[in-house]
């Protein structure tokens, strides 16, 4: 592998380590679930964005802590399951919390900066949390809900696509190096 | 291990934040039966190996505990053994006394039976010798015994006395081959000599071979040799052979067949009389012949039967003829009975108590009727035969005065065949009560020979037929 491919895939960790203001992290998260939960209402069609799901998967990414990003997941995860009435805590949040383990986890070893690459990871974690999701509902609940992976799949390349516009926005929101 | 923890610190806290939010869940959600999930998954995970714990104890504890029984078990086993052996021991003992008990008791039986002089001997001592057919008995000169008496059972003859001691007297066994006594067979009456063989059976000498003697016949002294009195019973022919001049005949003794223990030394013998065999044309009873002249309507129709049309019809019929209407006869606006006139006196107290019990009348009226009706209708209502007092056809094969026994076979026989009239018969004026005394069938018929009751068989040695 080549010095610039090294460093398209690897690339400096304490370079790439991106901060954030805690209030940053704080209501982006709770803006995302509220436009989750509020705007569906009016936009039908805004209820297949993930908003919550791309907001983690971006500070995962971005922050390249994997506890770090467990947490923000697991948070974030609890917040929309507590603004879910019909499933119990911790249904997102464990699936956030494993998107957000494992989407630092990549952010560890892939330069995420690229809007590619942004896209891929996206599209692969919305499947895996949909997937995730669909395992523990038939498993912890026993609720007999079917997966259409040919929907899953297009509405995440939907999110994908959605996910890297706002990565765009956010990375605004970073503290300078 | 600190090293350990910061390796793997960042999978240990995804793995605790995770199974926090399980709990979580579990704490949150119910199944069907609206059981918490966490106590499903607490009970699913913590029993199967609260089973396995268990198996490990319950096997641990097993095997110590078996192991603790199977020592004591073995111990139980011996002292187990021991006291079956002992129970075993016992029991055959208290067998053996039972027999001697039965033996005793028959033998006392015997001895109030037999007309001769008995004294009873015990058994103390076999002859020495493995061949020896000599035992002693413990009864000796000093009760009276002498040589040369006859030792018998109740089953048969034993031997004789061969030398009489003040205390004691030894006996030879007829199956000693210097034995011999004479005998003769019960059916054909067929004489010989017995003599012993040294073996189980004995041989019966001098049987010409003309002579019929069968197998299963049973053989009596004959009294000839003047030492056992006749008529005591000696063995059952086993194997007869036809030879010249004398046919070879052996006789299983019976007195021999229980062993020894007790037996009776005849001191005063009287002969008696050789039970006789049953004959194969024993006379088997007949019943009545059928009365002569038909045997049909000998007695009057003393009333209707006991149905109520019967009775009606009789009625009806009755005061037709009270009132001259014949009925069936005439055409319209011909005379018409008065049925509600009352019948006629004589007649109606007949109809009226014959609808009542025609039993008990029916012997009355029985009585007047001929002497030749050898059916009393009062009978007729007990033995299901009608009362109308129509005797039953010949070809119905039941004799009136079979009836009446086959009544008195029910316990009333006798003063129903009073009541009954005239016995056709003098084999009928038996009551049948008394055929139920002698073990005679009810319907009369004499036991098959097939069956025969010997009327002196020996007690316990009634002949193998």
């Not at chain 1, 705007?39 to 998967?57: A, H």
């Not at chain 2, 002089?117 to 001592?125: E, F, H, N």
């Not at chain 2, 040589?147 to 009489?164: Q, S, Y």
């Not at chain 2, 084999?427 to 036991?447: C, E, L, V």
Request: charged share 20%; net charge positive; with cysteine.
């Amino acid at each position: 592998m080549t010095e610039s491919g090294d460093r398209f895939l690897v690339g400096n960790q304490r370079e790439q380590v991106s901060r954030f203001r805690a209030r940053v992290l704080l209501f982006v998260p709770l803006a995302a679930i509220l436009f989750q939960v509020y705007v569906p209402r009016f936009f039908d069609f805004l209820g297949y964005l993930e908003l919550p799901l791309l907001v983690t998967i971006y500070f995962a990414l971005m922050r390249r802590s994997q506890i770090g990003g467990l947490f923000i997941g697991a948070f974030i995860g609890l917040a929309q399951d507590s603004l879910s009435i019909k499933q119990p805590l911790g249904m997102f949040g464990i699936v956030k919390t494993l998107v957000g383990y494992f989407a630092a986890s990549v952010g560890l070893r892939i330069d995420v900066e690229h809007s590619v690459i942004r896209l891929l990871l996206t599209f692969f974690f919305y499947f895996f949390h949909q997937f995730l999701y669909w395992v523990l509902v038939r498993g912890l609940l026993g609720k007999p809900v079917s997966f259409e992976i040919q929907r899953t799949l297009v509405l995440g390349l939907l999110n994908a696509v959605v996910g890297v516009t706002l990565f765009h926005f956010l990375d605004r929101l970073r503290e300078p190096a | 291990m600190e090293t350990l923890l910061n390796r793997y610190r960042n999978i240990t806290v995804l793995l605790l934040v995770i199974f926090a939010q399980l709990v979580l869940i579990a704490v949150q959600v119910r199944n069907d039966q609206d059981v918490r999930m966490v106590r499903i998954w607490s009970v699913t995970a913590i029993t199967p190996l609260a089973r396995v714990l268990e198996t490990v104890r319950g096997g641990t504890a097993g095997f110590f505990g078996s192991y603790i029984l199977m020592h004591d078990a073995r111990e139980d086993n011996r002292r187990l053994q021991a006291e079956v052996d002992h129970l075993k021991m016992e029991n055959q003992y208290l067998k053996s006394e039972i027999s001697t008990a039965d033996r005793a008791k028959a033998l006392v039986a015997f001895q109030a039976r037999t007309q001769s002089k008995t004294l009873a001997a015990r058994v103390i001592a076999a002859g020495a010798g493995a061949n020896s057919k000599v035992v002693f008995l413990d009864r000796g000169s000093g009760s009276g015994v002498e040589r040369g008496m006859p030792v018998v059972t109740p089953d048969g003859i034993v031997g004789k006395v061969i030398a009489a001691y003040p205390t004691a007297s030894e006996v030879m066994l007829i199956t000693d081959p210097e034995f011999a006594a004479g005998v003769v067979s019960q059916k054909n009456h067929v004489g010989g000599t017995l003599k012993g063989q040294g073996q189980t059976n004995c041989k019966v000498d001098y049987v010409p071979s003309e002579e019929k003697v069968e197998v299963g016949e049973w053989f009596y002294t004959s009294g000839d040799d003047r030492v056992f009195p006749k008529g005591f019973p000696v063995g059952v022919a086993r194997v007869v052979r036809p030879n010249s001049p004398y046919q070879e005949v052996l006789v299983e003794p019976s007195g021999l067949e229980h062993g020894l223990e007790a037996v009776l030394i005849v001191l005063e013998g009287v002969h008696q009389a050789i039970p006789e065999a049953p004959a194969a044309n024993a006379p088997v009873y007949l019943g009545a012949p059928p009365p002569a002249g038909g045997g049909e309507a000998t007695i009057p129709p003393t009333g209707p039967a006991g149905t109520d049309a019967d009775r009606l019809l009789h009625k009806y019929r009755q005061i037709g003829a009270a009132q001259n209407v014949k009925f069936g006869e005439g055409g319209v606006g011909a005379k018409v009975a008065d049925f509600n006139a009352k019948v006629p006196a004589s007649e109606g107290v007949q109809a009226e108590g014959a609808s009542g019990r025609a039993g008990e009348r029916g012997s009355g009226a029985a009585a007047a009727s001929e002497k030749k009706t050898a059916q009393p209708v009062g009978d007729a209502s007990k033995t299901g035969k009608p009362a109308n007092g129509i005797a039953p056809s010949p070809a119905a094969g039941v004799p009136a005065s079979e009836g009446v026994q086959a009544e008195g076979a029910r316990g009333r026989a006798g003063e129903r065949a009073s009541r009954g009239g005239a016995a056709p018969d003098k084999k009928m004026s038996q009551p049948a009560g008394d055929a139920r005394k002698t073990g005679k069938p009810a319907n009369g018929i004499a036991p098959s020979p097939a069956h025969p009751l010997p009327r002196s068989a020996p007690p316990s040695t009634s002949p193998p037929q």
